[in-house]
């Protein structure tokens, strides 16, 4: 009721007539009711290029004029009409020159972000209307298009130098990742490869499969099985090799601690791939040098076969990877550590704590809550931690139970057998799915139970 006491001129009814008038032309609230001459001009321009686009694009012209018989979106759709049949049929002919579905596809869906953003802006015209009428009618002030661009020049001058990196976002991971999500719902896989064949939209039947079909599910079930193994274990061992690594140059007995930290950060300096390739050549069963060592000083009695055996495989898997891992963890935890009061020691000393008490009540309590979100990062980036496989293993040794995997495949070289090696592009694309709601919520869920994250 404080408001109305302000109010003066007519009724709500105003804002709701201006925006009622933008809605079927743009700017013409803004034009005729809060007078707003420019802004409304523009943004009737505006809408008049985004018609003129389908127009002029297609073949409608003809078509009202008589000329075409029988209109299909196919042959004589506009920019607008053709993208959005384009990705309802994903095509109709097949063969050279005739249509290509997954061209199709992706001009779709950049038609549809396109017209989300006009969307997007064709409500904010509705808004601006509804409330530019309102402060006219309450004030009687005009607002004119010159001191209303310096206004919201204020407002999104931000927005306007981040509108770059906004639209490649959009065009280099949103698009890409929409094309990978629609790319489930279809039969598009070697059988189904354009221009030669078309794709169709199959719905859920790539999930069921996955779920259901004996032949998928154990594959998937058994890979996803090792790879949270692989995950967890991976990011533990690491983890709490390099605190200890960390606690042990952190004492005050040890000299050269600056030699030692430079040797032991080597693993993590020198490009991964690159250690993986050797580690590879190190330990081939057939030929490696660590195998006939074994052998020459009579460990074992005959060439162990590393990489070979899936058991052997997996665990020498793990065991290169803390070789790699830790040393990252180490330089973090040893900053920490550097952090932290000597006076919390010296007090527990003096209530009789041991060492392990110090270690278990102070060290690592403070340790963990500062480096819980390096935890959690590491944790995903190894579920995702596609050359630890392949380039040691390349997925291998075979595994007959398993469809287009081997023993050593987690999730992620897995969709690359699919994709690269398979071309079951359909199959991979409903992995990439499941993969991103798993690792989303794994690392969601641990983010918000971390002391850090909190914080922050």
Same mark, same amino acid.
């Given at each position: 009721?404080?408001?109305?006491?302000?109010?003066?001129?007519?009724?709500?009814?105003?804002e709701?007539?201006?925006?009622?008038?933008s809605?079927?032309? #743009?700017g013409s609230?803004?034009?005729?009711?809060?007078?707003?001459?420019l802004? +409304?001009?523009l943004? /009737?321009?505006?809408?008049?290029?985004?018609?003129?686009?389908?127009?002029?694009?297609?073949?409608?012209p003809?078509?009202?004029?008589?000329? @075409?018989?029988?209109?299909?979106?196919r042959?004589?759709? =506009?920019?607008?009409?053709?993208?959005?049949?384009?990705?309802v049929?994903?095509?109709?002919?097949?063969?050279?020159?005739?249509?290509?579905?997954?061209?199709?596809?992706?001009?779709?869906?950049?038609?549809?972000?396109v017209?989300?953003?006009?969307?997007?802006?064709? @409500?904010?015209?509705?808004?601006?209307?509804? $409330? !530019?009428a309102?402060?006219?009618?309450r004030?009687?002030?005009?607002?004119?298009?010159?001191?209303?661009?310096?206004?919201?020049? &204020?407002e999104?001058?931000?927005?306007?130098?981040?509108?770059?990196?906004?639209?490649m976002? @959009? /065009?280099?991971?949103?698009?890409?990742?929409?094309?990978?999500?629609?790319?489930?719902? %279809?039969?598009y896989? &070697?059988?189904?490869?354009? *221009?030669?064949n078309?794709?169709? #939209?199959?719905?859920?039947?790539? /999930?069921?499969?996955?779920?259901?079909? *004996?032949?998928?599910?154990?594959?998937?079930?058994?890979?996803?099985?090792?790879?949270?193994? #692989?995950?967890?274990?991976?990011?533990? %061992?690491?983890?709490?090799?390099?605190?200890?690594?960390?606690?042990?140059?952190?004492?005050?007995?040890?000299r050269?601690?600056?030699?030692?930290? =430079?040797?032991m950060?080597?693993?993590?300096?020198?490009?991964?791939?690159?250690?993986?390739?050797?580690?590879? $050549?190190?330990?081939? +069963? !057939?030929?490696? *040098?660590?195998?006939?060592?074994?052998?020459k000083?009579?460990?074992?009695?005959?060439?162990?076969?590393?990489?070979?055996?899936?058991a052997?495989?997996?665990f %020498?898997?793990?065991?290169?990877?803390?070789w790699?891992?830790?040393?990252?963890?180490?330089?973090?935890?040893?900053?920490?550590?550097?952090?932290?009061?000597?006076?919390?020691?010296?007090?527990?000393? @003096?209530? +009789?704590?041991?060492?392990?008490?110090?270690?278990?009540?102070?060290?690592?309590?403070?340790?963990?809550?500062?480096?819980?979100?390096l935890?959690?990062?590491?944790?995903?980036?190894?579920?995702? =931690?596609?050359?630890?496989?392949?380039?040691?293993?390349?997925?291998?040794?075979? $595994?007959?139970?398993?469809?287009?995997?081997?023993?050593?495949?987690i999730?992620?070289?897995?969709?690359y057998?699919?994709?690269?090696?398979?071309?079951?592009? $359909?199959?991979?694309?409903?992995?990439?799915?499941?993969?991103?709601?798993?690792?989303?919520?794994?690392?969601?869920?641990? /983010?918000?139970r971390?002391?850090?994250?909190?914080?922050?």
């Amino acid at each position: 009721m404080e408001d109305e006491e302000y109010i003066v001129g007519e009724p709500i009814y105003y804002e709701v007539l201006s925006a009622f008038m933008s809605i079927f032309i #743009w700017g013409s609230g803004q034009f005729f009711l809060c007078k707003q001459r420019l802004k +409304g001009i523009l943004l /009737f321009a505006i809408q008049l290029i985004i018609i003129a686009i389908e127009i002029f694009t297609g073949y409608w012209p003809e078509y009202f004029a008589g000329q @075409i018989e029988h209109f299909n979106f196919r042959l004589y759709g =506009g920019y607008f009409t053709h993208g959005i049949w384009g990705l309802v049929t994903l095509g109709q002919y097949k063969g050279a020159g005739n249509d290509h579905s997954t061209v199709l596809m992706l001009n779709g869906i950049i038609c549809c972000i396109v017209i989300f953003f006009i969307l997007v802006f064709y @409500i904010c015209n509705i808004v601006d209307a509804f $409330n !530019q009428a309102r402060i006219y009618r309450r004030t009687k002030k005009k607002t004119s298009s010159k001191e209303y661009a310096k206004q919201l020049y &204020r407002e999104i001058f931000p927005y306007i130098f981040l509108t770059p990196a906004l639209l490649m976002v @959009i /065009f280099i991971v949103i698009m890409p990742i929409i094309f990978s999500v629609l790319t489930a719902f %279809t039969n598009y896989n &070697r059988n189904h490869m354009p *221009p030669g064949n078309l794709v169709d #939209w199959v719905g859920i039947e790539n /999930f069921k499969n996955l779920l259901h079909s *004996p032949i998928w599910s154990s594959t998937f079930f058994g890979v996803f099985k090792w790879t949270i193994i #692989w995950a967890v274990v991976a990011t533990t %061992t690491t983890y709490f090799l390099g605190m200890f690594q960390a606690i042990l140059l952190n004492h005050p007995s040890v000299r050269f601690k600056s030699l030692y930290r =430079g040797i032991m950060i080597l693993p993590w300096a020198i490009p991964q791939m690159i250690s993986l390739m050797v580690f590879k $050549n190190l330990l081939n +069963g !057939q030929f490696g *040098p660590v195998s006939a060592l074994l052998v020459k000083i009579g460990v074992t009695k005959e060439r162990v076969m590393f990489l070979s055996d899936p058991a052997l495989a997996k665990f %020498t898997i793990i065991m290169v990877n803390l070789w790699l891992g830790f040393p990252i963890f180490m330089i973090m935890i040893q900053g920490v550590l550097s952090n932290i009061n000597n006076e919390l020691y010296e007090a527990a000393a @003096i209530d +009789g704590a041991t060492s392990w008490q110090k270690f278990y009540k102070i060290t690592f309590p403070l340790v963990f809550r500062a480096t819980s979100p390096l935890v959690v990062m590491t944790f995903a980036s190894n579920f995702n =931690g596609f050359g630890s496989v392949f380039f040691l293993t390349e997925g291998g040794p075979a $595994n007959p139970d398993y469809n287009f995997a081997g023993s050593t495949d987690i999730l992620i070289s897995w969709i690359y057998q699919l994709t690269l090696e398979h071309k079951m592009y $359909n199959m991979a694309a409903v992995m990439c799915i499941m993969l991103f709601i798993l690792i989303g919520g794994i690392s969601l869920w641990n /983010f918000k139970r971390t002391s850090a994250f909190k914080e922050v």
